[in-house]
């Protein structure tokens, strides 16, 4: 099964290759990693989607709190949470398909980032399912190409599941 | 004042109680070097590899509990310390490993002698540092002690740029704060009752110890928990000592090579108390058939080690002393049972395994057999010595047939099966207990991994003996290759009944070389190396076809056993083993 992790680490340089090493030198995969800063500077925040049966997630959670540099680690798949993933994507769509493009932008309340002569790119924000329709409905329409960002999420407050 | 970062590391070090660092010079550290030249706190113990110096304070820390110290230089010298820290690491040994790093400014850029160790060793360290400031390094250096040493310990490697130890800077000694590092020491209460009630109940009990018994001081505690429940104890390699081995309720080691009272035992119990463990597969076996019917207690202060391998029961966090103190606290109070009268049939069937399959070997006249000379120095040195072994079957032998009574009393590779690590880690080993007789048990091909190091022992007038069971082969290589690849020996035979002659070795360092071809010989050729205030090699010429025994299968189940008698008819059980 799928979990979403989220850890607190100290803002130091050569933690996040502590922790893909700790990944690829237990054969954990990583499907999506993100990291940002957190209100204190000197904490950064990784969100980690990876995947295991209840015995690896455990490993892996335990295995991440014991790396030195790790403050907090979290299973948000064990709390109420929201997720939300960003993803940028340059469509070069035929003529007559141009008006179709703009439609789809707009129901999934993308906005257009950048257009040129033949392309658009567009910038949707959503959970995973919503990120993935986009891309399906817009493959036909030819996508050059995109970017997204991986996974990050924080609890809903006062809820555990 | 402000002083170097070279004289901060000193200081600190002062600080920490570090006596002796092993070490090997070069170009980055040698403002270092310099203050050792006259420094009258610290002595630095020059080995002749760097491998060598990070074995030597891995010795030196199995054998006393205290951080191991190594000291070298950029490049080589730090890429060389890998083996000995990764050995260190899988073993949970408290080591500080410094290296020299090029100046701060040239890192990145391919310098001479650079190499990137911090990102080399990050996957065999506890934790590992590049200083980057000199005003970060005597708390760097706090710290690293504090973490090798507390928890589950560990190596941890200290980078220390050229720079950085030359720039100048206030001496100040900052508390450690760790935020994100908390091992935790108290098990769970609740859990341990519950361990408790287990314990009282079930009847057919194994406890199963390790390093970590060793680790954590808890050998006492061992000890009271066994005798007043009257539970046997098997013992994991890096175990042995933890409980004494010529104790009536020793079952001796499990695993592989273990004892068959052991496997079975362990295979047959309903209760599996395992102590600072970490279920190596040379342990278990064929994980799943592992005690097929035991609920299993696990006691271990590093949680990843829990349900890691095996499922358990009743999973308890902490430090083993601890742990064990509180059990016995409600053994003894809550629990009072007539442990005698439940455990009465268990013990009966554990000692009836025992004398149906005590180990054993063959004894010759003609050609010493290697079990034999592993008896006979545990019966000179009645067991007060310190044993150190290489890898192989030198290795398997010695914890076969020397039984350890004391924690610290053995030193081996054993997660890694490091080859070479015996003979630096007694040197250290010596260092540290002047007055020990401290033996590496080796085999002929380890034994040259790191046969440079003579010039060390020699130097510092250690002496520590090596008894080399020369059977001309990578003997386990060699077993392997007799049992699973058709006796088709490749690249396995050393020739080292002529290739080095080790006594004229020996010589050439200023050790003193002995030979055994005879098994007469063995005591007489023993009885003078102890005697010999001197860094001594023997040299016995052992039976080259000898096997260790019983022996299970990788990945059989740990009591599918093969016996030295039955070697015919077991090539065809084990075929359809494999
Ligand atoms: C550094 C290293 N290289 C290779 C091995 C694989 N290996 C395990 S045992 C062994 C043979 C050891 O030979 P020897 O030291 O003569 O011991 P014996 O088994 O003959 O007692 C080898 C090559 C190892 N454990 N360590
Ligand atoms: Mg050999």
Redesign the interface.
């Known amino acids: 099964m799928r979990h979403t992790i989220s850890l607190l680490?100290?803002n130091k340089f050569?933690v996040l290759?502590?922790i893909a090493?700790l990944f690829s030198?237990r054969g954990y995969n990583i499907e999506s990693l993100s990291v940002g800063e957190t209100i204190d500077p000197q904490i950064s925040i990784m969100t980690i989607v990876t995947s295991g049966d209840d015995?690896i997630i455990?490993?892996i959670t335990?295995?991440l709190?014991?790396l030195?540099?790790?403050?907090k680690v979290v299973d948000m798949t064990e709390f109420d949470h929201v997720e939300r993933e960003m993803v940028l994507i340059k469509v070069a769509p035929k003529q007559e398909e141009k008006a179709e493009v703009l439609r789809l932008a707009e129901i999934f309340r993308g906005r257009i980032v950048d257009s040129s002569q033949n392309t658009y790119t567009i910038e949707v924000t959503g959970d995973e399912k919503k990120i993935e329709a986009i891309i399906e409905l817009l493959k036909p329409m030819g996508i050059k190409e995109f970017v997204r960002t991986g996974k990050i999420a924080i609890a809903r407050e006062g809820v555990k599941k | 004042m402000k002083i170097t970062g070279a004289e901060i590391f000193l200081e600190s070090l002062k600080r920490e109680g570090v006596k002796y660092i092993f070490g090997y010079p070069g170009g980055v550290v040698l403002a270092i070097f310099d203050l050792l030249y006259d420094n009258k706190d610290i002595q630095l113990i020059l080995t002749r590899h760097e491998q060598g110096a990070v074995h030597a304070s891995d010795g030196y820390a199995r054998s006393t509990g205290k951080a191991g110290v190594a000291l070298v230089t950029s490049g080589p010298g730090a890429t060389n310390t890998v083996t000995g820290i990764a050995t260190a690491f899988m073993d949970s040994i408290p080591i500080v490993v410094f290296s020299g790093q090029v100046p701060t400014p040239l890192i990145g850029n391919d310098a001479f002698q650079e190499a990137d160790i911090?990102?080399i060793s990050?996957?065999c360290t506890?934790?590992n540092y590049?200083v980057k400031d000199v005003k970060e390094l005597s708390r760097i250096v706090r710290e690293a002690f504090y973490?090798a040493m507390s928890g589950r310990p560990g190596p941890v490697l200290i980078d220390l740029p050229r720079d950085v130890t030359a720039s100048k800077t206030e001496f100040t000694w900052p508390e450690i704060d760790?935020?994100?590092?908390n091992p935790t020491y108290e098990g769970n209460r609740w859990m341990i009752v519950k361990a408790a009630h287990l314990i009282a109940k079930l009847k057919k009990a194994v406890i199963m110890a390790g390093g970590g018994v060793i680790l954590s001081g808890g050998s006492k505690e061992l000890r009271e928990l066994a005798e007043h429940t009257e539970i046997p104890v098997t013992m994991t390699l890096m175990g042995l000592g933890s409980f004494p081995g010529t104790h009536n309720l020793s079952l001796g080691m499990l695993g592989m090579h273990g004892t068959y009272y052991a496997n079975r035992a362990v295979q047959e119990s309903d209760l599996l108390i395992a102590i600072g463990v970490r279920f190596d597969d040379r342990v278990t076996g064929k994980i799943d058939a592992f005690a097929p019917n035991a609920k299993i207690i696990h006691i271990d202060i590093?949680?990843?080690s829990i349900?890691?391998n095996v499922r358990v029961d009743i999973p308890i966090v902490g430090d083993v002393k601890r742990v064990l103190t509180v059990l016995n606290k409600i053994l003894e109070e809550d629990v009072k049972e007539q442990w005698g009268e439940v455990r009465k049939a268990w013990s009966r069937q554990v000692d009836e395994w025992r004398k149906e399959r005590p180990l054993t070997y063959t004894f010759s006249n003609e050609v010493i057999k290697p079990q034999f000379v592993v008896e006979k120095i545990y019966e000179l040195t009645k067991g007060d010595a310190i044993i150190t072994t290489e890898v192989g079957q030198n290795q398997m032998w010695t914890a076969q047939f020397y039984k350890f009574d004391k924690p610290r009393t053995l030193l081996t590779s054993g997660g890694l099966g490091t080859m070479g690590y015996g003979f630096p880690a007694a040197i250290g080993a010596q260092l540290a207990h002047p007055n020990k007789l401290v033996i590496d048990i080796a085999g002929d091909g380890s034994i040259q991994m790191n046969i440079q190091e003579l010039a060390t022992a020699v130097v510092n007038k250690l002496p520590v003996k090596v008894a080399i069971l020369n059977n001309h082969y990578l003997g386990m290589v060699r077993q392997w290759q007799e049992l699973f690849f058709n006796e088709r020996y490749s690249y396995s035979h050393l020739h080292s009944d002529v290739v080095p002659d080790f006594a004229k070795v020996a010589e050439a360092y200023g050790a003193v070389g002995l030979r055994a071809i005879k098994p007469s010989e063995v005591e007489p050729v023993l009885k003078e190396a102890f005697k010999i205030k001197k860094t001594v090699f023997m040299d016995f010429i052992v039976d080259w076809k000898e096997k260790v025994y019983p022996m299970v299968p990788a990945g059989a189940p740990i009591d599918h056993m093969l016996f030295e008698e039955a070697e015919k008819k077991a090539e065809k059980k084990l075929k359809a083993v494999k």
């Open positions: 680490v100290e050569g290759s502590r090493g030198g015995q455990e490993q335990k295995q709190n014991k030195i540099d790790v403050i | 911090v990102g990050r996957p506890k934790y590049l973490i760790i935020r994100s590092y590093d949680p990843t349900k890691k």
